[in-house]
C-alpha cells in the first residue's frame, strides 16, 4: 500500500524566511510525484510534477525535489500570498489515483 | 481553456437521503476520478471513470456510486448519507488512465450532512 507522510503538518515563516517542506512516501513503483497548493475553501492547485530521483522544477519562489526516498519543496523569500496548504502525493505502479500526505498548512507573516 | 468545473458549489442534505454530484473534466482530458477531503486531511480516492467505465475503486463503500457520459462528464451518488460523509468532493481529471499523467482539480462540492 502506497504511503506519503508530510512534514511539518504547520509551519510559520516571516517573509523573506526561506524554509522547505519534506514529503517522505513509499510506494511500490513509483510514477510521478506531485505537489498541490490548496487554499481554503478552494479545490488543490497543481504546481509540479516530478518522475525520478534527481529530477528539480521550479516557478517562481519554489523549487521541487524528488529522491528516491522523499522530496522537498523548497520556497525562496516567500510573501504572505504563499500562504496556503501544500499537499504532497504520489501515483504508482496501482495505477493513476493519487496517494496524498496530510499536508503542510503554511503561514507567511508580513 | 475551461478547467474542471463542479456543481453544486455548496450544499446540505438530511442523514438518510441521497445526493447527486456533476463535474465536467479539463478540456482535452478524458478520465475522471473523485476524491473526498475531510476537514484538516489530505484528499482520498474514490473512483476513477475512463470510457464509461469504473476503471479503480478506493476503499469506499457500495453507497458510493458513479457514471461517466460519452462526452466525459461524470457524476458522484451518494446513497443512504450519513453524518460522516459531510466533506468536500473534488473531481479531478487527466488526459488518459496512465499512472503518472498530471491531474488536475476542480473546486469541489462542499456537502453538508446534517
Known amino acids: ?110 | 481553456d475551461a478547467g474542471v468545473t463542479q456543481s453544486p458549489t455548496h450544499l446540505i442534505k438530511t442523514r438518510g437521503q441521497q445526493v447527486t454530484l456533476r463535474c465536467s473534466p479539463k478540456s482535452g482530458h478524458d478520465t475522471v476520478s473523485w476524491y473526498q477531503q475531510a476537514l484538516g486531511q489530505g484528499p482520498q480516492f474514490i473512483f476513477q471513470y475512463y470510457e464509461e467505465e469504473e476503471r479503480q475503486r478506493g476503499n469506499f463503500p457500495d453507497r458510493f456510486s458513479g457514471h461517466q457520459f460519452p462526452n466525459y462528464s461524470s457524476e458522484l451518488n451518494v446513497n443512504a448519507l450519513l453524518l460522516g460523509d459531510s466533506a468536500l468532493y473534488l473531481c479531478a481529471s487527466s488526459p488518459g488512465p496512465t499512472s503518472g499523467n498530471t491531474i488536475y482539480f476542480g473546486e469541489g462540492s462542499w456537502l453538508t450532512v446534517v
Open chain 1, 1 to 110: 500500500e502506497d504511503q506519503v507522510t508530510q512534514s511539518p503538518e504547520a509551519l510559520r515563516l516571516q517573509e523573506g524566511e526561506s524554509s522547505s517542506l519534506n514529503c517522505s512516501y513509499t510506494v511500490s513503483g513509483l510514477r510521478g510525484l506531485f505537489w498541490y497548493r490548496q487554499d481554503p475553501g478552494k479545490g488543490p492547485e497543481f504546481l509540479f510534477t516530478l518522475y525520478s530521483a534527481g529530477e528539480e522544477k521550479e516557478k517562481e519562489r519554489l523549487k521541487a525535489t524528488l529522491t528516491k526516498k522523499e522530496s522537498f519543496l523548497h520556497i525562496t523569500a516567500p510573501k504572505p500570498e504563499d500562504s496556503a496548504t501544500y499537499l504532497c502525493a504520489v501515483t504508482s505502479d496501482a495505477g493513476n489515483m493519487l496517494t496524498f500526505g496530510g499536508g503542510t498548512r503554511l503561514m507567511v507573516k508580513p
